[in-house]
């Protein structure tokens, strides 16, 4: 979170914990209510399609287990920025890794790596929009921030 935020100002600095969530005000406290309604309807500089999901892996798993598979979403967003990135589908791919599962976008990964074998990065480009474009679309998901 960024200087001034006003969430690590109550959470950390006034309460001494790491997550709102972890709060024993979290069900009533009606800035971070605000948050997560906003994020189910739209994005800031950030992806927040899946933030109620990420919210309970690390309720009931931990924050390590959610690191583990962030690394893991981070080395396919590098997979993806070094081998199908024209130049313009950063913050596509970013979102991709942010709201696919690590399983969907190795798929799509290895989909795309068959299909587009000596083509050039612009047709390889095209073809893993297309793959993760169904993918998303199967979950209801948009691959664009949502403004």
Known sequence: ????????????KRKGIEFCWECEES??????????EAG??????KCYQTLEEDISFISRHGVPAF??????????????????????????????ATVLEPGELEEALSRAGKETVGLDVRARSKALHRILDEIASRKQYRLKLRK
């Open 1 to 12: 979170m960024a200087v001034g935020c006003p969430f690590i100002t109550c959470a950390v």
């Open 67 to 96: 690191q583990k598979i962030q690394k893991r979403r981070a080395f396919l967003l590098r997979e993806m920025l070094d081998n199908f990135n024209e130049g313009r589908s950063k913050s596509y791919y970013c979102i991709a």
């Open 40 to 45: 189910k309807e739209r994005d800031s500089f």
């Open 27 to 36: 069900e009533t406290c009606e800035k971070w209510k605000n948050h997560r």
